[in-house]
Each structure stands twice: as C-alpha cells, then as structure tokens.
C-alpha cells in the first residue's frame, strides 16, 4: 500500500536580530495542493504491509530492512487488540506481542508508519481483530454504538493510544497518520454515532494534530457509510482497476487532497481447499507506476488486501470470510507478495523496486539475501499412554549442522482429556457454543452416548452454519 504526507509551513520570525529556530515537525493535509506536507514541503509515501503479529520477532528487522531497500519510505501496520487482550483486562505486549519495540525498530531503520489500530482490523484476523469475549454478552452489537461495545473499545483504547501518543510524528516519532476503524462501509451498521465517537476518543487521547483516516472500498454506498467529517477519506482497489475511475470514487467524498490509495492488493489471501492465488508481477508494476504518475501515494500489502509481507498465520489466529458462504483462510498468509511468506525476496519486488526508481532514488547497498533454509527430514513420532508431566512441548532448537530425525511424542486425545482440562466437563443438556463456554478458539471436545436401541441406519445433520469450521466426529 501506498501513501503521501504534508506538514504546515511554519509563520516568519517577528525577531530578525535572532536566529529563527528549526520549524516544528509537522504532517499535514495541503487540500489545495492536493498532497501531503511534511515539514511543510510536499510529501509522498510509498509504503507497504506487514503484520508484525504474522511474523516472529527475531525476523521483525529482516524484513523490515528488505522493504526498506526496495524503495519504501513508510510501512503500513495493524494493531490486533485480541491479540493483546485475551480476557477482559487481561493485557500482553512481550515478547512477538511488544508493538512497541516493533514500531521502535521501524523508527531505527528509517520507515515512517501509518498505523491502522482498528478497534476492527479485519486482516482476515481472527474475528478481525476483536476479542472473542465480546460475544459473552449475547446481545451485543458490534462495531456499533452500543453502550457495551463503546465501552469496552474505550477501555482498550486508553490502554493502547497512550503508548502510541509519544510516537506519533509530531512528538518526535515516525508515525505520521492513523486509521479509525477499518472499511467500516463495508458493515451493514452505518452508525455515525460510533465513528463519531471513535473520532473523539482519538482525538482526547492523541491530540488535534494527528493525521486521521478512513479506508474504503471505491462503492459509492460503502464510502456514503464509512467517511465522516473529521477523517481524511481514502479507497483501495487492486491492479486491475481503472486508476482513473478509482481515484474519481475518492473525489467524491473528497474534492481535494492527497490521492491515497491505501490498500493496492500486490496478491490476495488463500482459503482452503482453493488453489494458492496469484498475481502477474507486470500487472501489480504498472498498476503502481499509474498510479505514481497520477502524483498517488500507494499502500502495497502482501497478506489480504494489500500486503508487502504477508507471513503466517500461527496458532489460531486465521480468520474466515462469511458471506454466501463460510471460507476459512489457510496457515500461510503468504498473499503472493513482494516478499514471500519465508521472508525472500520475489520477481514481484524487484518488478516494483524497479518502478519506485522511475520516481525517486533507492537506498543505496543490496538487497539482503534470502532466509536461511533448514532441512528437518524425518520426525519420528512414539505414541504415549498418557501425558504425566502435563504434556509440556518440546524446546525447540535450531542445530548448527543438520541432524537426521527428530523424535517427538503424542499421545490420543480421549486418554488425555483429564489432563487437557483438569476441572472436569461441562455437564449440559445440548451442545454448547464456543462463546458459552468462554473459548475464544481451536477446539472443543462435544461427547454424548447414543440411544441403544436405534436400529436403522440414521444420518447425523446439523443446522446450517451450525459448524463453521471443522469437525470430527469419533465412534466409540
């Protein structure tokens, strides 16, 4: 993805006889200049996606020096709150979950960062991004005014602005704009009440000066109930769109300003059981270079709607679209872009590094070479009776050499499930939700017995989108 940025022009010095001070950091909206200002000359970005939650800390620098050397001047990030806030006041920044030091070590390399914070993300993030234990409250309504859910986005956000605040461009940071809500006119709740009132809570808790956003799709009704008065309008549309058509959906809303096109799809996500998507490196190239000539600040993104680096998906954390039907997204957020989901380099990037150059120079020094790559072969697997010490996981080790099997232990589930859950089952007349039972994600063991005297053949159903995800069923 791609963007630009402006900053205000400071008024002269009223004392000649002194040395005029160094103007404030500033980045603005020039509406009649149609750019960006920073620092108060004009401004353009051309930055790209990565999930720092879809990538292992100790790779955070790789890649992020790898889209630095393509020609990016900015990165475009996504703030997870489920992924910081696993139950209600509950909070975990360490470790692969410190934003912080992420958002420090893009400072370091140079990036500037557009921060997208949600509270929803979508990212095709499990629940897009909010936390499972919203939905204890069976009548909530979220993404919406409702008192329950405001308050519970309030109280995530004063914990999570405030550690943005200190970052923030004009505090001496390199975060330079920030996204309220996430394609917002894309659900079906048009309230203008909860933008509103997102609006306001940014703005109490990160000042008046910060740049605010919105993303929407190029539809006029999405842009009718996703803009507000107060956040700077944008679009996203991918390579085979009419460059010209798109940006005339964002002058609609927008009658003057920067063009940002904040999500340029470099690829698209994978659902399983569908072949892995792609997307011509020539395409996605001229489609940027359109764009870049039309003065556009361009967002790429390799994961889901946008990405430069996609990643994974690990442990639960994969979402799911639903709407005809339900479509799990696989393991790999590799996205088909620039950088591959190991971290290399592609023929898209360089296709696109190629066309950066046409509009301004690149870093000078190489590229950084591929990631090492490591031969596990054989994992050898030795079944156990049961887990006696708590079933704890292997400590995983990198070997210097290579060493020819691995020998790992497991054991069945139904002789383990004492252990698994030591309080016992949740004794209930009917199967209960996932929700109901306060499990936020991967599985859940459901046992009943059978009636002995069925004796004809019988079909086990269930109600539609009653299993959303998979399930196995076990005869004993």
């Given at each position: 993805r791609v963007w630009l940025g402006l900053g205000g022009l400071q008024p002269p010095s009223t004392a000649p006889l002194l040395q005029s001070s160094p103007p404030a950091r500033s980045f603005q909206l020039d509406y009649e200049a149609n750019c960006f200002r920073k620092d108060g000359a004009p401004f353009r970005y051309i930055s790209g996606s990565i999930h720092y939650?879809?990538?292992p800390r100790l790779a955070w620098r790789d890649r992020l020096l790898k889209m630095y050397m393509s020609g990016l001047n900015a990165v475009q990030v996504y703030i997870p709150w489920n992924y910081h806030e696993p139950q209600p006041g509950v909070y975990d920044f360490a470790g692969d979950r410190d934003v912080e030091a992420f958002l420090d070590l893009?400072?370091?390399?140079?990036l500037l960062v557009i921060l997208r914070p949600g509270p929803y993300i979508c990212?095709?993030?499990?629940?897009?991004?909010?936390?499972a234990w919203l939905l204890w409250k069976p009548d909530i309504i979220l993404r919406s005014s409702d008192p329950a859910y405001l308050a519970a986005v309030d109280t995530w956000l004063h914990i999570l602005l405030p550690k943005i605040k200190p970052r923030l461009y004009q505090h001496g940071g390199n975060i330079i704009s920030v996204q309220?809500?996430?394609?917002?006119?894309?659900?079906?709740?048009c309230d203008y009440k909860y933008l509103r009132h997102l609006l306001g809570s940014f703005r109490a808790l990160l000042g008046g000066e910060v740049l605010l956003f919105t993303t929407d799709s190029t539809q006029a009704e999405e842009l009718r109930c996703g803009t507000l008065q107060g956040l700077?309008?944008?679009?996203?549309?991918?390579?085979?769109?009419?460059?010209?058509?798109?940006?005339?959906?964002?002058?609609q809303v927008e009658p003057k300003g920067p063009l940002v096109n904040s999500e340029y799809y470099t690829g698209w996500l994978d659902y399983w059981g569908e072949a892995h998507a792609s997307t011509s490196s020539v395409q996605v190239a001229q489609g940027l270079e359109d764009m870049l000539q039309l003065g556009a600040s361009i967002n790429m993104q390799v994961v889901s709607w946008y990405m430069f680096h996609g990643g994974t998906n690990f442990a639960y954390w994969s979402g799911a679209d639903f709407k005809d039907q339900y479509k799990p997204v696989t393991t790999s957020y590799d996205y088909?872009?620039?950088?591959?989901?190991?971290?290399?380099?592609?023929?898209?990037l360089f296709a696109i590094r190629t066309v950066i150059s046409k509009f301004q120079p690149l870093p000078v020094g190489p590229m950084p070479p591929a990631t090492p790559k490591?031969?596990?072969?054989?994992?050898?697997?030795?079944?156990v009776s049961a887990c006696p010490e708590g079933c704890a996981a292997p400590a995983w080790h990198f070997p210097a050499a290579p060493c020819p099997s691995l020998s790992l232990q497991y054991a069945d589930l139904l002789d383990v499930l004492d252990v698994l859950c030591p309080s016992g089952?949740?004794?209930s007349q009917f199967p209960l939700t996932f929700e109901a039972i306060k499990q936020a994600h991967g599985f859940v063991v459901y046992r009943t017995q059978l009636p002995w005297d069925v004796l004809d053949p019988a079909t086990l159903g269930a109600p539609p989108h009653s299993l959303c995800d998979r399930g196995y069923v076990m005869l004993q």
């Open positions: 939650a879809r990538v893009t400072a370091e390399l140079g990212a095709e993030w499990e629940m897009g991004g909010l936390p309220v809500e996430n394609e917002y006119g894309s659900y079906y709740a700077y309008a944008t679009v996203d549309f991918g390579p085979g769109s009419n460059v010209t058509e798109a940006f005339g959906a964002q002058r088909d872009a620039p950088l591959s989901e190991a971290g290399d380099p592609t023929e898209k490591y031969a596990y072969g054989r994992v050898a697997l030795q079944k089952p949740i004794q």
